[in-house]
């Protein structure tokens, strides 16, 4: 996230694009709803489902799943054509610019609306006037940019749009990504991913390598990057892996086409589930190590601004139960490590030394200030904003981006799109909010949210039991008939293992970051009759 949540207040404009905000993020959202509502600002929402904040909105696009860097593309030939973009900042702080434009020349309103599935061409060229006249605006996006096979590009567009108008570096605007998960940032400014070492420092630099084998006094590490979690899964349903230790995820659940995922772990000759809850992934475990939760702990999380916070412990934990770090620990030392970490804090010491963007930041000073990353020194400040001045590559560079459609497309058997997301009152796999008994009470079961027109032509009635198949397999589940979805569009919640949506998707990957395309597979929808 390149702005900062305390600058919505600052913000003139607002392009929400693949976010259902006041569902997955409320408090971001109800800020934003507040300032479109109550201070008359400006609102673009471009989503397949016509969420919450679509009622407030100058302009709503209710584009078919998977098509958004098309329409991304097609506001940026209306800024182009009509000399709307800002000028200065595209010759002082950016690259690239001719290359661009050159690709955008065919992306016209028509063109692009009948990609994107929409009746209004005209609206695409005031929508991009709209967003040309407000400074600043803001993007904000979430999974329903980057969970296709084209999410890469979808992040590079929104990049695109917000350097063509100007709006990068400047307090109130942006390109802010919406994390799915509270710590998903500060996992990944960890080091858990493939490919990296904490602070996105490469592992298959050398460089890199031999720091860290300084630091960690050790020799030989590796720098052939591992494996992403989609491609753990094809490779322990290859036999090529033989075991798995997996802390507070729940695959089974998370992961597209769970059948394929199930099977994996059946092979698995060792599989160590470490979590708070017997999760649906925990019952295919060998061996469970019980976990603290979050008012049992104490550390840090870093959230989707960048903001590194302090967590305390509150409640004792029960007995057996200890600190993630504590038994991971543990086994590291039984397998010839000599770590000798006492407390969380311990912890945080290293990772000052091995993340520069951490290097200021301390315990104290995170209980009395909003510091966020990069903090290089202890008299910093923190950086609230991004790229003021420069960009760390020196200058931006425009990056040309086609639209590819998605990895399946419709046919006569499977005619329907499935699309999946989340509702309010359930969070992520339900570990924990399934155990709330007022949050289960609130949403207690999963539906297929299908368009009337569609409903219609199927003979299905609202409530009725519904059969939804994909190519990788069939749920039942309750139809839900209500207009939020276009027509030929289905849309299934994938928090319930009675009706698990992730049955039914797709596990082909971003070629670049390996992300599954959750967001779009061909299905049927049958009645089911008793």
């Known amino acids: 996230m390149t702005n900062s949540i305390r600058e919505i207040p600052q913000t003139e404009g607002f392009l929400v694009i693949g976010s259902n905000t006041t569902e997955n993020h409320p408090v971001i959202g109800s800020m ?24 407030f909105a100058d302009y709503y696009f209710p584009i078919r799943p998977g098509t958004n860097v098309a329409i991304l593309n097609g506001f940026m030939h209306v800024i182009i054509k009509e000399g709307l973009y800002d000028k200065d900042f595209v010759e002082t702080r950016t690259e690239g610019f001719e290359e661009l434009k050159k690709t955008l020349e065919k992306y016209t309103p028509k063109y692009v609306a009948e990609i994107c599935g929409l009746d209004k061409p005209d609206d695409i060229v005031a929508a991009a006037r709209l967003m040309a006249s407000v400074k600043p605006l803001a993007l904000y996006y979430s999974m ?94 290859a036999g090529e892996i033989k075991a798995m230790y997996v802390m507070g995820e729940n695959p089974v659940m998370s992961d597209p086409n769970q059948q394929h995922v199930i099977e994996a772990l059946e092979k698995l000759e060792l599989f160590v589930v470490q979590d708070i809850f017997l999760t649906e992934t925990a019952q295919y475990a060998h061996v469970i190590l019980p976990a603290c939760a979050f008012l049992e702990k104490e550390g840090t999380a870093t959230n989707t601004e960048r903001r590194v916070q302090p967590m305390h412990r509150v409640l004792e934990p029960a007995p057996l139960v200890r600190d993630d770090w504590w038994i991971t620990m543990q086994i590291a030392n039984r397998m010839g490590a000599k770590w000798e970490y006492e407390e969380a804090k311990d912890i945080f010491a290293e990772v000052r030394k091995v993340t520069p963007s951490y290097a200021g930041i301390t315990y104290n000073r995170i209980e009395k200030e909003l510091i966020q990353w990069p903090c290089p020194t202890v008299e910093h400040p923190g950086t609230q904003l991004l790229h003021r001045d420069a960009f760390s590559r020196g200058k931006g560079i425009f990056t040309p981006i086609e639209y590819t459609a998605p990895f399946e497309e419709t046919d006569r058997e499977y005619p329907l799109v499935l699309t999946t997301g989340r509702v309010l ?48 397999g069939s749920i039942r589940i309750k139809a839900k008939v209500v207009g939020r979805s276009k027509s030929n569009v289905v849309f299934i919640p994938f928090h319930y293992y009675e009706s698990c949506a992730n049955r039914l998707t797709v596990d082909c990957l971003d070629p670049v970051c390996k992300i599954p395309e959750y967001k779009v597979c061909a299905c049927k929808v049958e009645k089911i009759v008793a």
Not at 32 to 55: C, H, T, Y
Not at 446 to 471: C, H, K, M, Q, Y
Request: glycine letters at 10%.
């Open 32 to 55: 934003i709803k507040n300032e479109v509502l109550n201070k008359k600002k400006k609102l673009v929402v471009v989503d397949p489902r016509r969420i919450e904040l679509a009622r």
């Open 144 to 237: 329903g940019i980057t969970q296709f096979v084209s999410g890469v590009n979808g992040v590079k567009s929104t990049a695109n749009l917000q350097m063509l108008l100007g709006n990068m570096g400047v307090a109130g605007g942006g390109v802010n990504p919406l994390r799915g998960q509270n710590n998903v940032q500060g996992a990944c400014d960890m080091g858990a991913l493939p490919a990296s070492y904490p602070a996105y420092q490469p592992v298959a630099n050398e460089d890199n390598k031999k720091k860290f084998e300084g630091l960690w006094g050790v020799t030989d590490l590796s720098i052939k990057p591992g494996l992403t979690l989609v491609e753990m899964m094809n490779a322990a349903h």
């Open 425 to 472: 009152a359930q969070f992520h796999t339900g570990t924990m909010s399934r155990n709330s008994k007022v949050l289960e009470e609130t949403a207690p079961e999963g539906f297929v949210e299908i368009n009337p027109n569609d409903a219609s032509d199927l003979n299905i009635n609202d409530g009725e039991l519904v059969s939804v198949s994909t190519r990788r």
